[in-house]
């Protein structure tokens, strides 16, 4: 059976795509890959890409000379989970805490991993994890 090796993009959709560039870029950091009026996409960490639509602008099928793209969107609160060094989690709480964002809750996981979890400005439930969380991470 052919395998699956990892996820290379997360979507999320928000309602101000200026807000959410500035939350993402400017607040956690990530290094943005394309603009579009409907769309930015940054990298996370050299090993994934998030992807922000604005929430309605992909309902239809998108053409371009290479292709198409099926229609897509989504509407509620999501989740994602970001990857962090251990020894940066006290770091992120204090950036975090620096730009007024509040950390909604912190878990202890068995295996020895820490999370943080707090949202972005859409209401996504955003979640900073270090090692020891899963069997694989």
């Known amino acids: 059976m052919p395998r699956l090796h990892r996820i290379v993009e ?32 940054f990298d996370v960490g050299a090993a994934s890409v998030l992807l922000l639509f604005q929430r309605g602008a992909s309902l239809a099928t998108q053409n371009s000379a290479g292709g198409s793209i099926p229609p897509h969107d989504g509407s ?13 989690f006290d770091a992120w709480e204090s950036r975090l805490d620096q730009f007024g964002i509040a950390v909604e809750g912190r878990m ?16 996504h439930l955003l979640e900073l994890v270090t090692p020891g969380v899963w069997r694989n991470y």
């Open 10 to 41: 997360t979507a999320l959709y928000v309602d101000d795509l200026e807000r959410a560039r500035t939350f993402y870029e400017d607040q956690l950091g990530l290094e943005p890959l394309i603009k579009t009026g409907t769309l930015f996409a």
């Open 108 to 123: 202890e996981w068995p295996r020895g991993g820490r999370s943080l979890y707090f949202r972005d400005p859409d209401g």
């Open 76 to 88: 509620g609160p999501l989740h994602i989970a970001f990857a962090i060094d251990a020894e940066e």
